[in-house]
Nanobody, 121 residues
Framework: VQLQASGGGLVQAGGSLSVSCAASGSIYSINVMGWYRQAPGEQRDLVATITSGGSTNYADSVKGRFTVSRDNAKKTVYLQMNSLKPEDTAVYYC????????????????WGQGTLVTVSS
């Protein structure tokens, strides 16, 4: 199973940016998909997650500004980031809780390679 993220880049404060992440490989089902971020010298923190049924969870710091969505058929999760702030600068990692084929109901966490989002003031 692989997660391939795309998007990200440099944007001015107040601007918008989107990132996406597609899962591929021997996948039976994907339960939760989402995004975490890690700023320099900081731990990796939750940004937003979404279940296969569409239930979402957001970090307080991004509520009202970021929107997470997914396309189950494409095995892809998206993150639309609006009203970006310099403190949103971080490497954004996509995440998926996957039931690989042949694993039954067991799951495993997978991470993408990370994509850098830089917000200038």
């Amino acid at each position: 199973v692989q997660l391939q993220a795309s998007g990200g880049g440099l944007v001015q404060a107040g601007g918008s940016l989107s990132v996406s992440c597609a899962a591929s490989g021997s996948i039976y089902s994907i339960n939760v998909m989402g995004w975490y971020r890690q700023a320099p010298g900081e731990q990796r923190d939750l940004v937003a997650t979404i279940t296969s049924g569409g239930s979402t969870n957001y970090a307080d710091s991004v509520k009202g500004r970021f929107t997470v969505s997914r396309d189950n058929a494409k095995k892809t999760v998206y993150l639309q980031m609006n009203s970006l702030k310099p403190e949103d600068t971080a490497v954004y990692y996509c995440y998926a809780e996957v039931s690989p084929r042949g694993w039954g109901r067991r799951t495993r966490d997978y991470w993408g390679q990370g994509t850098l989002v830089t917000v200038s003031s």
